[in-house]
Protein backbone atom coordinates (compact mmCIF):
# COMPACT_ATOMS: atom_id res chain seq x y z
CA UNK A 1 0.00 0.00 0.00
CA UNK A 2 1.30 3.28 -1.23
CA UNK A 3 1.98 6.36 1.83
CA UNK A 4 0.36 9.54 2.09
CA UNK A 5 1.07 12.14 -0.60
CA UNK A 6 3.92 14.87 0.36
CA UNK A 7 1.72 17.85 -0.57
CA UNK A 8 -1.69 17.64 -2.31
CA UNK A 9 -1.55 18.58 -5.49
CA UNK A 10 -4.74 17.63 -6.90
CA UNK A 11 -7.89 15.93 -6.06
CA UNK A 12 -6.80 12.05 -6.19
CA UNK A 13 -8.56 10.53 -4.81
CA UNK A 14 7.45 2.01 24.57
CA UNK A 15 10.35 3.50 25.40
CA UNK A 16 12.70 4.13 28.31
CA UNK A 17 11.65 6.68 30.17
CA UNK A 18 14.45 9.20 29.53
CA UNK A 19 16.84 6.88 28.02
CA UNK A 20 19.43 8.37 26.72
CA UNK A 21 20.45 6.45 23.50
CA UNK A 22 23.68 8.24 21.82
CA UNK A 23 26.05 6.69 19.81
CA UNK A 24 28.93 8.63 18.67
CA UNK A 25 30.75 5.87 17.09
CA UNK A 26 27.56 5.18 14.86
CA UNK A 27 26.89 8.45 13.45
CA UNK A 28 25.88 8.56 9.97
CA UNK A 29 26.80 12.31 9.06
CA UNK A 30 29.30 14.27 10.70
CA UNK A 31 29.90 17.65 9.16
CA UNK A 32 33.06 19.98 10.19
CA UNK A 33 30.60 22.84 8.52
CA UNK A 34 27.54 22.80 6.66
CA UNK A 35 28.67 22.37 3.10
CA UNK A 36 28.44 25.11 0.97
CA UNK A 37 27.72 24.17 -2.85
CA UNK A 38 26.49 25.65 -5.82
CA UNK A 39 23.72 25.47 -7.41
CA UNK A 40 22.82 25.48 -10.90
CA UNK A 41 21.16 28.28 -12.88
CA UNK A 42 17.05 28.05 -12.77
CA UNK A 43 16.10 25.39 -15.03
CA UNK A 44 12.41 24.07 -16.29
CA UNK A 45 12.16 20.70 -14.50
CA UNK A 46 8.73 18.96 -15.21
CA UNK A 47 8.91 17.67 -11.07
CA UNK A 48 8.63 21.29 -10.48
CA UNK A 49 5.66 22.29 -13.39
CA UNK A 50 2.77 19.56 -12.23
CA UNK A 51 0.79 19.57 -9.43
CA UNK A 52 0.77 16.33 -8.94
CA UNK A 53 4.57 15.62 -8.78
CA UNK A 54 4.63 15.83 -5.01
CA UNK A 55 2.14 13.01 -4.58
CA UNK A 56 3.98 10.35 -6.33
CA UNK A 57 7.59 11.17 -4.79
CA UNK A 58 8.02 8.26 -2.53
CA UNK A 59 6.13 5.33 -1.93
CA UNK A 60 6.74 2.32 0.94
CA UNK A 61 5.20 -0.55 1.98
CA UNK A 62 3.90 0.05 5.88
CA UNK A 63 2.81 -3.58 6.41
CA UNK A 64 6.90 -4.47 6.07
CA UNK A 65 7.38 -2.34 8.96
CA UNK A 66 8.06 -4.16 11.87
CA UNK A 67 7.23 -1.49 13.95
CA UNK A 68 3.52 -0.79 13.89
CA UNK A 69 3.42 -1.07 17.69
CA UNK A 70 2.71 1.05 20.52
CA UNK A 71 5.05 3.55 21.71
CA UNK A 72 5.18 2.38 25.03
CA UNK A 73 6.86 -0.75 23.71
CA UNK A 74 10.55 -0.66 23.24
CA UNK A 75 11.68 2.64 20.40
CA UNK A 76 13.26 1.99 17.21
CA UNK A 77 14.50 5.38 17.61
CA UNK A 78 18.28 5.55 17.98
CA UNK A 79 19.79 9.02 18.90
CA UNK A 80 23.19 10.01 16.91
CA UNK A 81 25.02 13.15 17.81
CA UNK A 82 27.57 14.96 15.54
CA UNK A 83 31.26 14.19 17.53
CA UNK A 84 33.15 16.34 15.12
CA UNK A 85 31.55 20.13 15.91
CA UNK A 86 34.46 22.40 15.19
CA UNK A 87 34.85 25.31 17.48
CA UNK A 88 34.77 28.93 16.51
CA UNK A 89 38.11 29.66 17.08
CA UNK A 90 40.00 26.77 15.16
CA UNK A 91 38.97 28.41 11.91
CA UNK A 92 38.20 31.68 10.58
CA UNK A 93 35.83 31.15 8.44
CA UNK A 94 33.80 28.98 10.57
CA UNK A 95 30.31 29.12 10.33
CA UNK A 96 28.00 28.86 12.98
CA UNK A 97 25.26 26.94 11.54
CA UNK A 98 26.11 23.02 12.38
CA UNK A 99 24.34 19.90 12.24
CA UNK A 100 24.57 19.07 16.23
CA UNK A 101 23.03 15.48 15.68
CA UNK A 102 20.31 13.21 14.06
CA UNK A 103 17.31 10.93 15.31
CA UNK A 104 16.76 8.06 13.24
CA UNK A 105 14.48 5.53 12.99
CA UNK A 106 12.67 2.48 10.51
CA UNK A 107 9.42 3.25 12.09
CA UNK A 108 8.39 5.37 9.07
CA UNK A 109 8.40 8.85 6.90
CA UNK A 110 8.52 11.96 9.32
CA UNK A 111 5.48 13.97 8.45
CA UNK A 112 5.50 16.44 11.38
CA UNK A 113 7.15 18.00 13.90
CA UNK A 114 6.39 20.45 17.12
CA UNK A 115 8.57 22.17 19.46
CA UNK A 116 7.74 23.77 22.58
CA UNK A 117 10.66 24.72 24.87
CA UNK A 118 13.12 21.48 25.53
CA UNK A 119 10.19 19.32 23.57
CA UNK A 120 9.87 18.02 20.05
CA UNK A 121 7.23 16.35 18.88
CA UNK A 122 6.99 14.09 16.15
CA UNK A 123 5.07 12.23 13.99
CA UNK A 124 4.79 9.87 11.47
CA UNK A 125 2.59 7.51 9.31
CA UNK A 126 3.28 4.74 12.41
CA UNK A 127 0.49 6.63 13.63
CA UNK A 128 2.69 7.71 16.63
CA UNK A 129 3.29 10.53 18.16
CA UNK A 130 7.33 10.60 19.30
CA UNK A 131 7.62 13.03 22.25
CA UNK A 132 11.98 14.04 22.96
CA UNK A 133 13.01 15.98 25.73
CA UNK A 134 16.82 17.36 25.57
CA UNK A 135 17.12 14.10 22.99
CA UNK A 136 16.05 11.82 26.01
CA UNK A 137 12.58 10.49 24.73
CA UNK A 138 9.82 10.25 27.09
CA UNK A 139 6.80 7.74 26.41
CA UNK A 140 4.75 8.61 23.34
CA UNK A 141 1.49 8.22 22.80
CA UNK A 142 -0.48 6.67 19.55
CA UNK A 143 -3.74 7.56 17.90
CA UNK A 144 -6.09 4.69 16.72
CA UNK A 145 -5.55 5.51 12.73
CA UNK A 146 -4.53 8.06 10.26
CA UNK A 147 -1.35 9.30 9.76
CA UNK A 148 -0.08 12.48 11.61
CA UNK A 149 0.02 15.30 8.97
CA UNK A 150 0.28 18.51 11.82
CA UNK A 151 1.14 19.22 15.26
CA UNK A 152 0.43 22.00 17.03
CA UNK A 153 1.19 22.88 20.80
CA UNK A 154 -1.11 25.24 23.10
CA UNK A 155 0.25 25.07 26.10
CA UNK A 156 -0.64 21.68 27.81
CA UNK A 157 -2.86 20.90 25.41
CA UNK A 158 -1.29 19.25 21.85
CA UNK A 159 -3.48 18.83 18.82
CA UNK A 160 -2.56 16.25 15.75
CA UNK A 161 -4.22 16.65 12.28
CA UNK A 162 -4.59 12.86 10.66
CA UNK A 163 -4.99 11.29 7.50
CA UNK A 164 -8.37 10.16 8.22
CA UNK A 165 -9.43 14.00 8.51
CA UNK A 166 -9.88 14.06 12.40
CA UNK A 167 -8.33 16.48 15.17
CA UNK A 168 -7.25 14.57 17.88
CA UNK A 169 -6.98 16.57 21.31
CA UNK A 170 -4.32 15.28 23.79
CA UNK A 171 -3.51 16.97 27.17
CA UNK A 172 -0.26 16.34 29.28
CA UNK A 173 -0.62 15.40 32.69
CA UNK A 174 -0.27 17.71 35.32
CA UNK A 175 1.04 15.44 38.08
CA UNK A 176 3.17 13.76 35.37
CA UNK A 177 4.52 15.84 32.24
CA UNK A 178 5.39 12.50 30.34
CA UNK A 179 1.91 11.13 30.36
CA UNK A 180 -0.42 12.20 27.27
CA UNK A 181 -4.29 11.82 27.57
CA UNK A 182 -6.27 12.05 24.88
CA UNK A 183 -9.06 13.71 25.59
CA UNK A 184 -11.38 14.28 23.00
CA UNK A 185 -11.70 14.45 18.94
CA UNK A 186 -12.60 16.77 16.93
CA UNK A 187 -15.68 17.29 16.07
CA UNK A 188 -16.43 15.77 19.15
CA UNK A 189 -18.76 12.70 18.74
CA UNK A 190 -21.54 14.54 20.41
CA UNK A 191 -21.95 17.21 18.05
CA UNK A 192 -21.46 15.07 15.41
CA UNK A 193 -24.70 12.80 16.20
CA UNK A 194 -26.30 15.99 17.31
CA UNK A 195 -25.97 17.53 14.19
CA UNK A 196 -26.27 14.62 11.80
CA UNK A 197 -29.87 14.56 12.25
CA UNK A 198 -30.74 17.80 10.70
CA UNK A 199 -30.79 17.55 6.69
CA UNK A 200 -29.97 20.90 6.85
CA UNK A 201 -26.47 20.24 7.89
CA UNK A 202 -25.64 18.60 5.20
CA UNK A 203 -24.19 19.42 2.05
CA UNK A 204 -22.55 17.58 -0.83
CA UNK A 205 -18.64 16.99 -1.26
CA UNK A 206 -18.34 14.54 -3.80
CA UNK A 207 -21.09 13.42 -6.76
CA UNK A 208 -23.66 12.16 -4.76
CA UNK A 209 -21.97 12.04 -1.67
CA UNK A 210 -23.42 14.42 1.24
CA UNK A 211 -21.37 14.39 4.37
CA UNK A 212 -21.98 16.95 7.79
CA UNK A 213 -20.47 20.46 6.55
CA UNK A 214 -18.25 20.80 10.09
CA UNK A 215 -16.65 17.74 9.72
CA UNK A 216 -13.43 17.49 7.02
CA UNK A 217 -14.14 14.58 4.68
CA UNK A 218 -10.76 14.49 3.44
CA UNK A 219 -7.35 14.70 4.79
CA UNK A 220 -6.05 17.47 7.57
CA UNK A 221 -3.21 19.45 5.74
CA UNK A 222 -2.21 21.70 8.47
CA UNK A 223 -3.09 23.40 11.57
CA UNK A 224 -2.82 26.54 13.03
CA UNK A 225 -3.79 28.99 16.32
CA UNK A 226 -4.81 32.20 16.08
CA UNK A 227 -2.78 34.56 18.61
CA UNK A 228 -4.56 34.66 21.30
CA UNK A 229 -4.78 30.79 21.43
CA UNK A 230 -8.47 31.04 21.40
CA UNK A 231 -9.02 29.57 17.93
CA UNK A 232 -8.15 26.28 16.02
CA UNK A 233 -7.63 26.77 12.21
CA UNK A 234 -7.61 23.41 10.74
CA UNK A 235 -7.23 23.21 6.66
CA UNK A 236 -7.95 19.96 4.28
CA UNK A 237 -7.73 18.66 1.13
CA UNK A 238 -11.64 18.93 0.73
CA UNK A 239 -11.24 22.45 0.02
CA UNK A 240 -12.41 23.88 3.28
CA UNK A 241 -10.91 25.41 6.38
CA UNK A 242 -12.46 24.94 9.75
CA UNK A 243 -12.45 26.92 12.63
CA UNK A 244 -13.10 25.54 16.33
CA UNK A 245 -12.85 27.61 19.07
CA UNK A 246 -10.72 25.38 21.91
CA UNK A 247 -12.48 26.45 25.28
CA UNK A 248 -15.52 23.93 24.15
CA UNK A 249 -14.42 22.14 21.37
CA UNK A 250 -17.12 23.46 19.15
CA UNK A 251 -16.34 23.67 15.19
CA UNK A 252 -17.84 27.84 14.55
CA UNK A 253 -17.17 27.97 10.84
CA UNK A 254 -16.43 26.32 7.80
CA UNK A 255 -15.44 28.30 4.49
CA UNK A 256 -15.17 26.58 1.68
CA UNK A 257 -11.73 28.68 0.35
CA UNK A 258 -10.42 27.15 -2.62
CA UNK A 259 -10.98 24.99 -6.02
CA UNK A 260 -8.49 22.28 -5.14
CA UNK A 261 -6.83 21.06 -1.87
CA UNK A 262 -5.97 23.93 1.02
CA UNK A 263 -2.15 22.54 1.98
CA UNK A 264 -1.34 25.30 4.43
CA UNK A 265 -3.22 27.44 6.43
CA UNK A 266 -1.39 30.33 9.20
CA UNK A 267 -3.09 33.29 11.35
CA UNK A 268 -1.07 36.20 11.26
CA UNK A 269 -2.17 38.73 13.91
CA UNK A 270 -4.86 41.50 13.48
CA UNK A 271 -7.41 39.11 12.63
CA UNK A 272 -6.07 37.86 8.81
CA UNK A 273 -5.53 34.48 8.30
CA UNK A 274 -3.66 33.60 4.99
CA UNK A 275 -4.26 30.06 3.10
CA UNK A 276 -2.17 28.18 0.42
CA UNK A 277 -3.89 25.71 -2.45
CA UNK A 278 -3.22 23.28 -5.09
CA UNK A 279 -5.18 25.29 -7.39
CA UNK A 280 -2.27 27.63 -7.13
CA UNK A 281 -3.37 30.78 -5.33
CA UNK A 282 -2.42 32.58 -1.94
CA UNK A 283 -5.82 34.30 -0.17
CA UNK A 284 -5.96 36.60 2.65
CA UNK A 285 -8.95 36.11 5.40
CA UNK A 286 -11.06 38.62 7.60
CA UNK A 287 -11.70 37.41 11.08
CA UNK A 288 -14.95 38.97 12.91
CA UNK A 289 -16.24 37.45 15.67
CA UNK A 290 -19.82 37.85 15.81
CA UNK A 291 -21.74 37.22 18.65
CA UNK A 292 -20.81 33.95 20.26
CA UNK A 293 -19.55 32.95 16.59
CA UNK A 294 -16.76 34.31 14.14
CA UNK A 295 -17.44 35.35 10.52
CA UNK A 296 -14.52 35.02 7.87
CA UNK A 297 -14.79 37.42 4.92
CA UNK A 298 -12.54 36.98 1.65
CA UNK A 299 -10.08 39.72 1.34
CA UNK A 300 -7.92 39.62 -1.70
CA UNK A 301 -5.39 37.30 -3.94
CA UNK A 302 -1.80 37.48 -2.83
CA UNK A 303 -0.99 35.19 -6.03
CA UNK A 304 -2.62 33.22 -8.60
CA UNK A 305 0.00 31.16 -10.48
CA UNK A 306 -0.26 27.32 -11.91
CA UNK A 307 2.13 25.72 -9.75
CA UNK A 308 0.59 24.10 -6.75
CA UNK A 309 1.03 26.50 -3.24
CA UNK A 310 2.73 23.95 -0.61
CA UNK A 311 3.53 26.23 1.89
CA UNK A 312 2.54 29.46 3.86
CA UNK A 313 4.33 30.90 6.58
CA UNK A 314 4.80 34.65 8.29
CA UNK A 315 7.20 35.93 10.44
CA UNK A 316 7.06 36.49 13.95
CA UNK A 317 5.55 40.22 13.50
CA UNK A 318 3.37 39.36 11.02
CA UNK A 319 4.76 42.19 8.77
CA UNK A 320 5.82 39.29 6.09
CA UNK A 321 3.69 36.56 4.37
CA UNK A 322 5.70 34.07 2.49
CA UNK A 323 4.55 31.25 0.13
CA UNK A 324 6.18 28.00 -1.26
CA UNK A 325 5.73 26.42 -4.12
CA UNK A 326 5.83 23.28 -6.32
CA UNK A 327 8.15 25.40 -8.84
CA UNK A 328 10.69 25.84 -5.70
CA UNK A 329 10.70 29.51 -5.27
CA UNK A 330 9.35 31.45 -1.99
CA UNK A 331 7.24 33.96 -2.87
CA UNK A 332 6.85 37.10 -0.09
CA UNK A 333 4.81 40.23 0.54
CA UNK A 334 4.66 42.83 2.66
CA UNK A 335 1.93 42.70 5.51
CA UNK A 336 1.12 46.63 5.48
CA UNK A 337 0.31 47.15 2.28
CA UNK A 338 0.14 43.27 0.69
CA UNK A 339 2.87 44.30 -2.03
CA UNK A 340 4.48 42.25 -3.42
CA UNK A 341 8.42 42.17 -2.42
CA UNK A 342 10.28 39.77 -4.27
CA UNK A 343 11.18 36.03 -4.62
CA UNK A 344 13.71 33.87 -3.16
CA UNK A 345 15.57 31.49 -5.45
CA UNK A 346 17.45 28.76 -3.67
CA UNK A 347 15.98 25.40 -4.32
CA UNK A 348 15.71 23.21 -7.50
CA UNK A 349 12.39 21.12 -6.83
CA UNK A 350 9.04 21.88 -4.88
CA UNK A 351 9.13 23.51 -1.26
CA UNK A 352 7.47 21.79 0.79
CA UNK A 353 7.92 22.72 4.47
CA UNK A 354 8.36 26.83 5.30
CA UNK A 355 9.22 28.38 8.56
CA UNK A 356 10.36 31.94 10.23
CA UNK A 357 12.17 32.00 13.77
CA UNK A 358 13.43 35.86 14.40
CA UNK A 359 14.48 37.31 11.17
CA UNK A 360 15.60 33.89 9.44
CA UNK A 361 13.44 32.21 7.06
CA UNK A 362 14.16 27.93 6.72
CA UNK A 363 12.49 26.30 3.23
CA UNK A 364 12.75 22.90 2.97
CA UNK A 365 12.20 21.09 -0.05
CA UNK A 366 11.88 17.97 -1.87
CA UNK A 367 15.54 18.25 -2.87
CA UNK A 368 16.43 17.41 0.01
CA UNK A 369 18.14 20.52 1.23
CA UNK A 370 17.15 23.38 3.64
CA UNK A 371 17.95 27.11 2.52
CA UNK A 372 18.60 29.54 5.71
CA UNK A 373 17.51 33.05 4.64
CA UNK A 374 17.98 36.26 6.71
CA UNK A 375 15.92 39.58 6.36
CA UNK A 376 17.32 42.75 6.77
CA UNK A 377 14.14 44.93 5.93
CA UNK A 378 12.70 43.88 2.50
CA UNK A 379 16.06 42.29 1.53
CA UNK A 380 16.53 38.37 2.04
CA UNK A 381 20.51 36.57 2.16
CA UNK A 382 21.15 33.04 2.02
CA UNK A 383 23.24 32.18 4.63
CA UNK A 384 23.55 28.51 4.64
CA UNK A 385 22.24 25.53 2.64
CA UNK A 386 21.75 22.83 4.79
CA UNK A 387 22.45 19.43 3.86
CA UNK A 388 22.24 15.90 4.89
CA UNK A 389 19.23 14.14 4.61
CA UNK A 390 18.81 11.66 2.10
CA UNK A 391 14.81 11.94 1.25
CA UNK A 392 12.63 15.06 0.90
CA UNK A 393 12.38 17.53 3.31
CA UNK A 394 8.90 17.55 5.08
CA UNK A 395 8.61 19.49 7.94
CA UNK A 396 10.60 22.14 10.40
CA UNK A 397 10.39 23.73 13.37
CA UNK A 398 12.66 25.68 15.40
CA UNK A 399 13.28 26.96 19.36
CA UNK A 400 15.43 29.55 20.70
CA UNK A 401 18.78 27.98 21.67
CA UNK A 402 19.37 28.42 25.15
CA UNK A 403 22.99 29.82 24.05
CA UNK A 404 21.61 32.70 22.33
CA UNK A 405 22.47 36.39 23.24
CA UNK A 406 21.19 39.78 22.50
CA UNK A 407 24.26 39.72 20.12
CA UNK A 408 23.83 36.60 18.59
CA UNK A 409 20.54 34.96 18.32
CA UNK A 410 20.77 31.19 17.70
CA UNK A 411 17.77 29.13 16.97
CA UNK A 412 18.15 24.81 17.66
CA UNK A 413 16.17 23.87 13.97
CA UNK A 414 14.73 20.28 13.70
CA UNK A 415 14.23 18.86 10.26
CA UNK A 416 12.05 16.09 9.64
CA UNK A 417 12.50 14.38 5.99
CA UNK A 418 10.80 11.45 4.69
CA UNK A 419 14.23 10.01 4.74
CA UNK A 420 12.97 8.49 8.52
CA UNK A 421 14.93 10.97 10.45
CA UNK A 422 14.79 14.25 12.22
CA UNK A 423 18.27 16.40 12.30
CA UNK A 424 19.17 18.83 14.63
CA UNK A 425 20.74 21.68 13.47
CA UNK A 426 22.33 25.16 15.56
CA UNK A 427 21.78 28.17 13.16
CA UNK A 428 23.00 31.82 13.89
CA UNK A 429 21.55 35.21 12.40
CA UNK A 430 24.92 36.31 12.64
CA UNK A 431 26.39 33.33 10.38
CA UNK A 432 28.20 34.94 6.89
CA UNK A 433 26.13 34.82 3.87
CA UNK A 434 27.52 31.62 2.36
CA UNK A 435 29.96 31.21 -1.09
CA UNK A 436 27.87 30.90 -3.78
CA UNK A 437 29.87 30.86 -6.87
CA UNK A 438 33.22 30.80 -4.48
CA UNK A 439 32.32 34.63 -3.67
CA UNK A 440 30.34 35.61 -0.77
CA UNK A 441 29.20 38.69 -1.79
CA UNK A 442 26.93 36.93 -4.82
CA UNK A 443 25.03 34.50 -2.53
CA UNK A 444 21.16 34.83 -3.55
CA UNK A 445 19.01 37.81 -2.55
CA UNK A 446 15.60 38.55 -2.53
CA UNK A 447 14.67 39.17 -6.34
CA UNK A 448 12.00 41.74 -7.41
CA UNK A 449 9.69 39.91 -9.54
CA UNK A 450 6.21 41.20 -11.03
CA UNK A 451 3.44 39.03 -10.82
CA UNK A 452 0.21 39.36 -12.94
CA UNK A 453 -3.27 40.58 -11.08
CA UNK A 454 -5.09 37.89 -9.39
CA UNK A 455 -8.99 37.37 -10.09
CA UNK A 456 -11.33 37.66 -6.95
CA UNK A 457 -13.83 35.79 -5.69
CA UNK A 458 -16.44 35.70 -2.92
CA UNK A 459 -16.46 33.09 -0.11
CA UNK A 460 -18.27 30.30 0.60
CA UNK A 461 -19.22 29.87 4.31
CA UNK A 462 -21.18 27.85 6.94
CA UNK A 463 -22.08 29.02 10.16
CA UNK A 464 -23.75 26.86 13.10
CA UNK A 465 -26.56 28.59 13.84
CA UNK A 466 -26.75 30.00 17.45
Not at 209 to 218: F, G, L, T
Not at 400 to 429: A, C, Q
Request: aromatic share 8%; net charge positive.
Amino acid sequence: MNSSMLKKGSKRGGSSRGRRIFSDENSVHKFNRIKRTNLPADKDDDYCNTRNSQDQAVTHSRSSSPYNVSPMEKSPWSSQRNANIPSEDSDASFSPNVLMGSLVREEGHIYSLAASGDLLYTGSDSKNIRVWKNQKEFPGFKSNSGLVKAIVISGAMIFTGHQDGKIRVWKVSSKDPSIHKRIGTLPTMKDYFKNSMKTSNYIEVKRHSNAVWYKHCDAISCLSLSEDKAFLYSSSWDKTFKVWRISNSRCLESVIAHDDAVNSIVAGNDGLVFTGSADGTVKVWRRELQGKGTKHFFSQTLLKQECAVTAVAVNPNSTVVYCGSSDGLVNFWEREKMSHGGVLRGHKLAILCLITAGNLVFSGSADMEICVWRRTGNDHTCLSLLTGHNGPVKCLAAEKDLESTPNDKRWILYSGSLDKSVKMWRVSEKAPPMAWKGCASSAPTSMPSSLPAATSFPAQTRNIKK
